[in-house]
C-alpha cells in the first residue's frame, strides 16, 4: 500500500481525536457544564496528578531511544516544562496548585497509594508503552495535544464560571499549557511527519494515538466510577 | 552489619578507582608516555566516540527511574552537558572536534557499524546496567568521574607535549570536562552518600563502581589489541 501524503496522515490522526479524545468523554462533558460536585473535582484533581507526574519519566524513556543529540536537545524541553528547572517552576508544580485550589494537600497529592487502580493501570500501561515501543510510536502517542488547545481554553472559562469556589490562580497550569503546545504541537507532526515513511509506519502512529486516548478516557471512567454521581 | 560512616564510604569508592580506574591501563599509559602512533590515538578516538554518544542514552535511563522532579533537575545537566542546547555546543560535537584534529572525519565518527566488538559490548553493558539496575547503582557507576579531573589535566599537558600533530584546539572536550566536574562530583557524592543507607547499599554502589571501570578497561583493552602496536 502506498504511503498517505502529508495531509492524508494528518486527516487520519485528527480524526482519531475527534472520535475519541476525552473532550467526548460524560465526566469531562459534566466538567464543564458544570455538574462536577467539590469532591468528584478534587478526585479528578488527585488521580490525574499520577498522570501528570509520569510524563517526565515517559517522555525520558523516549529520550533514551532518539536517534540523537539533535532530536534530544528538542524533546527534552518537553521534560523541563513539567519538571521545571532552577529558575522556572513546571507543571507538576503548577498542577499541586490546581490541587491546593480544590482542597488538596501536597502530601494529599503525592501519597500515590491512594491512586485509584483503573486510573494506575492506565497511566502505567502509557509508561510502558513508551519504554517498549519504538521511538516513533512513542512519540506519536504524545499526539493527543494536537486536540488539547480547545478543550484547554474552553476548560479555563467554563470551570472559571461554574465552579467560583476554586481560586482561579489554579488554573495556571491550563494557561501555561496553552502557551507550549503550539510549538510542542508543530514539533510533534514534523517529526511523526518525517519519520513515518511507509504507510505500515503511519498506521502504527494512528493505532499508538487511538492506544493514547484509551489512556486518557480510561482514567476518566476510574474516576466517574469512584467519584461520579449516580445518574 | 552496621553502615559504613560517610568517610568510610567514600574511601571505599575512592579505593575502587586507585586499584582498577584506567589511568592505570597500559594503552592509557602509553599515550601519556606519547608512545601511540596516529593509527593508535585515532583508533581510539573513534571508539571511545561510541562511549561518548552512549553516555545521554545511560542518563536519560537514569532519569526515567529517579525518585522525583527535584533529582531530576539536577540530573539532567548532565545530558545536556553531552547533547548541547540550541545555545551551548555539548560534549558529543566537541569529540567530533577531538575526531577531526586526529584526522577523522564526521561521518566516521558516526558510522558506528565500525565500531570494535569488544568496545561495543562494553558501552553496551553499561547501558544495559543503567537499564536494568536500581538507580543508586546506575548513578554510583557514574562515580568514576571522581578519578577524572587527575586524569583529565595530566593528559592535556601530555598529548600537547608528545603529539604536536595534534591541533590543540581539539582537546577542547577535555578542558571543558575539566570544569564540569567538580559539579558533577559533588552532586554524585551528595546523591550516593544520601541514598545509600544500609551496608547492602553502599556495597552495591562499590561494586557498580568496579563494573563500571570494568567497562572502562576493556574498552581500551579492545583498542589496544586492534590498533596496539605488538609489544
Known amino acids: 500500500m502506498r504511503p498517505w501524503s502529508s495531509e492524508e496522515f494528518e486527516a487520519e490522526l485528527r480524526a482519531v481525536g475527534e472520535a475519541r479524545y ?8 459534566r466538567m464543564h457544564a458544570g455538574d462536577l460536585t467539590e469532591e468528584e ?7 490525574r496528578f499520577y498522570y501528570q507526574i ?20 528538542k524533546w527534552i524541553k ?29 502530601d494529599e497529592l503525592y501519597d500515590t497509594r491512594t491512586v485509584l487502580p483503573g486510573v ?39 470551570v472559571q ?23 510542542d504541537i508543530a514539533h510533534l507532526l514534523g517529526l511523526v511527519r518525517d519519520n513515518a515513511r511507509t504507510r505500515e509506519q503511519q498506521e502504527a502512529c494512528v493505532r499508538a494515538l487511538e492506544f493514547k486516548c484509551d489512556v486518557l478516557w480510561t482514567l476518566l471512567d476510574a474516576v466517574q466510577l469512584a467519584y461520579g454521581k449516580a445518574e
Open 78 to 106: 518537553r521534560i523541563t516544562d513539567h519538571d521545571g528547572t532552577t529558575e522556572v517552576e513546571g507543571g507538576i508544580e503548577r498542577w499541586v496548585r490546581l490541587g491546593e485550589a480544590v482542597g488538596l494537600t501536597r
Open 22 to 29: 476525552h473532550h467526548l468523554h460524560p465526566f469531562n462533558e
Open 120 to 158: 494506575r493501570f492506565a497511566v502505567d500501561a502509557y509508561v510502558d508503552f513508551c519504554r517498549h515501543k519504538p521511538w516513533l510510536e512513542a512519540v506519536a502517542s504524545a499526539m493527543t495535544e494536537l486536540f488539547a488547545p480547545d478543550l484547554l481554553s474552553r476548560r479555563i472559562v467554563d
Open 54 to 73: 509520569n510524563l517526565p519519566v515517559k517522555d525520558a524513556f523516549i529520550l533514551t531511544k532518539l536517534p540523537d543529540a539533535a532530536e534530544r536537545r
Open 161 to 183: 464560571k461554574h465552579y467560583p469556589w476554586l481560586d482561579s490562580r489554579g488554573l495556571e497550569y491550563f494557561r501555561t499549557r496553552l502557551t507550549q503546545q503550539p510549538a
Open 41 to 47: 473535582f478534587r478526585g479528578w484533581v488527585r488521580n
